[in-house]
């Protein structure tokens, strides 16, 4: 089953991926605009995430019970990583689903973040458990509901939303001015960017100009959008809420139009923003005595634009939930003339509102003694509308995103997975890193063989696997007789096996070979 390749050229072509790439970051900005919940006054919740974030940062009773919760989101950060790993990356994605952008330990550092919010989730409510058989503990409990007001949330949120989708468009854009699939297009500006530093000094000087700006415009209300459209197009909760799913469909739509999507097994990779590197490699301090082999944290360009790309899915999904389920009265507003939304901004009113004084009817012919108006002269007016929609009505936003969602993973589950006739390893790396470090004798003995029977292994794999090649493995273990025109010592050869591939044909000259390179 293959896609056809008119529709693909166009769908993966440099127009198409950049204008969905900067149409996310315009809707994401629209979405705040419009949104009610963006100037609510009343304390922000978030399914999960909430709860996470009063875990680790509020709600600590004090004394003894601020170490029980401490202890409790170490273990949860410990277990999540661990699990993630081992059981969601190693077992789940790699050996039982066999896909291939797991391969190895590509996501395996995604895996270990979403994981760790699971188990963060888990842990709150056995600590809540805790504090049911402590009693007379409520204040403390840990809920979804984070401390903070809904616009502050939500102006975080909008900043959080603009640095990942401004950076994902910027990376989109990177590889689009760097790569040679459609030779055709942009070759002007292909070759300005690849002048030099242009494009690492562009992608700092726009970054930092731009975030500067729009930090400034949402943290200060610089610019307010009620101002600045007088009403033009008002959104309603149902329109808004299409405008949410289609900003999810829009997230998954940049990985999809990726070039190596669903297996991302391809050999370009993109450089990361503002690096003239393709990955980031850390090594990591530990103690030699204790563990022996070296460990690293290794990110590539991939990884970490599409790893932006999801973080960025769960703010989008909060964002579309809030369309679906909102009800203005859950956030301190209501509803005036022309069904119109009014926020309350005063604290006192929104300690003590009911559904009979949140009303436009009640705070339009009631006056406030301390300021001698009516409290609806001191409210908030939006341009947006709250026509209060069905459930059912909204609920059919969910329809394109759930569609794009079942699009993305059967892409996966069809073309990003491997097949039983397909090898896959887990972690090569490791295995090369062992290989350089000791000899062949060393290294057979390890493995439970003789350096003969690990040259006929080596050789059937490369059988198995299809490669045309007769792989040689030459040092004095083995018999050979350095070369007298290499430059490497015999010394170096004994430590660090040659590893060479020679041509069926002997008329072909043989090439050097990195195992480390090896494809599962």
């Known amino acids: 089953m293959e896609i056809d390749a008119r529709f693909r050229y166009y769908f993966q072509h440099p127009w198409s991926r950049l204008i969905v790439a900067y149409l996310v970051t315009f809707f994401n900005f629209l979405i705040f605009a419009e949104d009610p919940v963006s100037h609510s006054q ?38 999540g990583l661990l699990a993630g790993k081992f059981i969601f990356h190693r077992q789940l994605f790699g050996r039982y689903l066999r896909l291939k952008m797991f391969r190895e330990d590509h996501g395996s550092w995604m895996t270990m973040f979403f994981s760790t919010i699971l188990f963060l989730f888990i842990f709150s409510h056995i600590y809540n458990l805790f504090l049911l058989m402590a009693g007379n503990t409520e204040p403390h409990m840990v809920t979804e509901y984070m401390g903070i007001r809904n616009e502050s949330f939500m102006k975080i949120a909008a900043v959080g939303t603009w640095m990942g989708d401004f950076v994902t468009a910027w990376m989109v854009t990177d590889m689009m001015l760097q790569d040679q699939h459609y030779p055709s297009w942009g070759k002007a500006a292909r070759r300005f960017w690849k002048q030099g530093n242009n494009r ?52 998954l739509l940049i990985v999809m139009q990726d070039w190596e999507f669903p297996h991302f097994m391809g050999d370009l990779d993109m450089n990361l923003p503002g690096m003239s590197t393709t990955h980031v490699k850390v090594k990591l301090p530990v103690c030699k005595r204790i563990f022996k082999e070296e460990y690293h944290i290794h990110i590539t360009g991939k990884w970490f634009n599409y790893g932006i790309i999801f973080l960025v899915l769960i703010l989008d ?35 003590n509102f009911n559904h009979s004084t949140l009303t ?19 409210d908030m007016f939006l341009h947006s509308r ?23 993973g059967f892409f996966i589950w069809l073309f990003g997975r491997f097949q039983d006739s397909e090898t896959f390893t887990e972690n ?86 990195d195992v480390h390179k090896l494809s599962p």
């Not at 070369?483 to 008329?507: F, L």
């Open 428 to 513: 090569q790396d490791k295995t090369y890193e062992r290989i350089k470090r000791k000899s062949p004798s060393e290294y057979s003995k390890e493995m439970g063989v003789t350096p003969e029977e690990m040259h006929v292994t080596m050789s059937e794999s490369l059988k198995r696997s299809g490669t045309p090649m007769l792989l040689l493995v030459d040092g004095s273990h083995f018999g050979a007789t350095p070369s007298t025109n290499s430059t490497i010592s015999t010394e170096t050869q004994e430590t660090h096996p040659s590893i060479v591939i020679d041509s069926a044909a002997q008329e072909e000259p043989a090439v050097s070979f």
């Open 42 to 79: 009343t304390e922000a919740h978030m399914i999960v995430v909430g709860n996470c974030f009063s875990f680790l940062f509020n709600k600590y009773p004090g004394l003894g019970w601020n170490i029980l919760k401490v202890i409790c989101w170490i273990l949860a950060i410990i277990t």
């Open 200 to 251: 690492i000094v562009l992608f700092w000087t726009v970054l930092i100009s731009l975030t500067s700006v729009v930090v400034v415009v949402i943290s200060t209300d610089w610019i307010s959008w009620d101002n600045l459209n007088r009403g033009f197009l008002p959104s309603d909760e149902v329109s808004r809420a299409f405008l949410a799913s289609f900003i999810l469909v829009f997230d």
């Open 317 to 351: 999904l909060n964002m579309w939930k809030n369309q679906i389920f909102y009800k203005p009265y859950e956030y301190g507003q209501y509803v005036g003339p022309g069904e119109k939304i009014y926020t309350v901004e005063e604290p006192d009113t929104l300690r």
């Open 360 to 378: 436009y009817e009640w705070r339009s012919t009631n006056i406030d003694p301390g300021t001698n108006s009516t409290y609806v002269e001191q």
């Open 386 to 408: 709250y026509i209060g929609a069905s459930l059912d009505v909204k609920c059919l936003a969910f329809i394109p995103s759930l569609a794009a969602f079942v699009l993305f």
